[in-house]
């Protein structure tokens, strides 16, 4: 039982700090994408953002390969054998390594003709085009190549090492900001330089952070045949997952600007910025919760896992509906407070981009305890296959005249089946029920969402637009959401337990008045 609190407690802490490095990187974040839209103009904005998300098109490796050092580091620290961990850790790093060659080669040999040659870039616009791929071709392999230490960092749930680097990152790009303003060089060239120039500089802490706290950091070359299939096999069928998933979130892009062009690119990097805002919350939550789910699995604490599948699916849930809804009530009137230039399509998109992400807070939990059996094979074709489908009934649709809002209609659809199919699924792999968790997770999610909307929807409808009917809505959202989690979506005892907590806040704020 202490045990269990205490894991409890780490993952509120790990949470807590997490959540703090997010509020700080979501104000730097919002007010930067602010400044840089205005100084690039739409449609170099649109340029950034799409050659960049062509480069991370082939983030499938480093994807699935950081899904693989996470579960192996996290596995084995949960089963003692520190020897065996330090194998781990520097086999990951030697198959990284010769995956940063790899994908090198390929992007050379295929991005420069593809940037050049199909996207629908401005002529005058493609040597900054250019500038902007090879440089995020460099920051993408940097960020492959640290994989391996960010995930000793979430192994070791070491989180404040995150929090405390994420200061100078923000600042970095706060000063980003201010150049690219003043600069009289070609600004879309002089972004990606120095996009390049602070993710070298922050990825080079986390490395010697690791070298310094974590013994098993220290690279020796290895070459256990064994383990190096292992991770190998794991990860060549984790990348069925994370490819289409890749595919449908840059492949959507790249298709948007086959057909609608870089000024529509702009509006879908406008919703993703706020994607990031308020996405980056729950996925500071789950940083923080799949390290138990994978040590609990490994130890055989199979209570304990289930228990933090049906919480940390609800609660993430409830993060984002919290956070989204003020949102979704008021997008167009925010988007024009925040930007002094809003893209065409930014509202929809914004709105069905929110909603693509709550359908999808659902299932984190499911797919960190699917991870962590290793058994990965079936349920990857099953799944995987599904979120495939996103980009070709994507293709079909809008090559049939459809609006660039309908990438977002058919990533929703998917990811309710694949939901479905991770309930089905899961049935064998750990023995969830189900039904329970229809039950218990889905339907009270669906109660809690109605509820939540009923009031603010009303008031939205029955006044008109202003700064008074933006903080009457957005206040009868919070009111109205927390009302909703705390009396339909939590039981009782997590009632009471987030009743102790503000009391134990409040008594060490205030204990002199107890």
């Known amino acids: 039982m202490s045990d269990v609190s205490a894991n ?62 996470t579960r192996f580091l996290n596995f084995e620290m949960g089963r003692g054998h520190q020897e065996k961990l330090k194998n781990v850790f520097s086999t990951i790093l030697i198959i990284h390594v010769a995956l940063v060659v790899i994908i090198a080669f390929l992007l050379e040999l295929i991005g420069v003709w593809f940037v050049n040659n199909k996207m629908v870039i401005p002529e005058d616009r493609l040597y900054a085009a250019n500038w902007v791929f090879q440089l995020s071709l460099l920051t993408f392999c940097l960020n492959l190549i640290i994989v391996p230490y960010n995930a000793a960092i979430i192994a070791h749930e070491k989180m404040s090492a995150f929090a405390y680097i994420s200061v100078f990152e923000g600042v970095g790009k706060l000063l980003i900001a201010y150049l690219v303003m003043v600069s009289p060089m070609d600004k879309l060239i002089l972004y990606a330089i120095l996009m390049f120039l602070i993710q070298f500089v922050v ?184 979120q495939m489908m996103n980009l070709p009934v994507s293709y079909i649709l809008l090559r049939l005249g459809g609006a660039p809002e309908t990438i977002l209609f058919v990533a929703i659809f998917f990811s309710l089946c694949c939901l479905a199919a991770r309930l089905y699924m899961l049935r064998s792999m750990i023995n969830l029920n189900a039904t329970h968790f229809l039950y218990k997770v889905i339907i009270n999610v669906v109660v809690v969402t109605f509820l939540s909307s009923l009031i603010p929807l009303y008031i939205n409808s029955i006044l008109t637009i202003s700064f ?47």
Not at 21 to 42: P, Q
Not at 45 to 69: D, E, I, P, Q, W
């Open 468 to 514: 008074q009917t933006f903080l009457l809505v957005s206040l009868s959202c919070i009111v109205s959401s927390v009302i909703s989690i705390m009396y339909v979506g939590c039981n009782q005892k997590e009632r009471s337990l987030v009743y102790s907590k503000v009391l134990d806040v409040i008594r060490r704020k205030y204990g002199k008045l107890f």
């Open 203 to 386: 990825r080079t802490m986390y490395q010697i952070y690791c070298k310094r706290h974590f013994s098993e950091c220290v690279f020796h070359f290895v070459i256990d045949k064994p383990l190096l299939k292992e991770i190998f096999g794991y990860a060549t069928w984790n990348m069925i997952g994370t490819s289409s998933a890749i595919l449908r979130n840059q492949g959507g892009n790249v298709l948007i600007n086959v057909f609608c062009g870089p000024v529509v690119n702009a509006a879908r990097a406008v919703a993703n910025q706020v994607l990031h805002a308020v996405d980056g919350f729950v996925n500071n939550f789950v940083i923080a919760l799949k390290p138990q789910i994978t040590k609990s699995y490994a130890s055989g604490e199979w209570d304990y896992m289930m228990s933090l599948i049906y919480q940390g699916s609800r609660l993430s849930y409830y993060m984002l509906l919290f956070l989204s809804l003020p949102i979704l009530v008021n997008t167009d009137y925010l988007l024009h407070l925040w930007l002094k230039e809003v893209p065409d399509h930014s509202v929809p998109f914004v709105q069905l981009t929110l909603m693509f992400s709550m359908a999808e807070s659902i299932s984190h939990p499911l797919v960190t305890a699917q991870l962590a059996t290793g058994k990965i094979r079936n349920y990857q074709l099953v799944v995987g296959g599904l």
């Open 8 to 69: 409890n407690k780490r993952i509120a802490k790990n949470t807590l700090v997490l959540y703090v490095r997010m509020l700080f990187l979501m104000g730097i974040g919002l007010y930067t994408s602010r400044v840089i839209l205005y100084a690039l103009g739409v449609e170099d904005f649109g340029v950034y953002n799409v050659v960049g998300g062509f480069v991370a098109l082939f983030a499938v490796l480093s994807k699935s390969m950081s899904s693989a050092a």
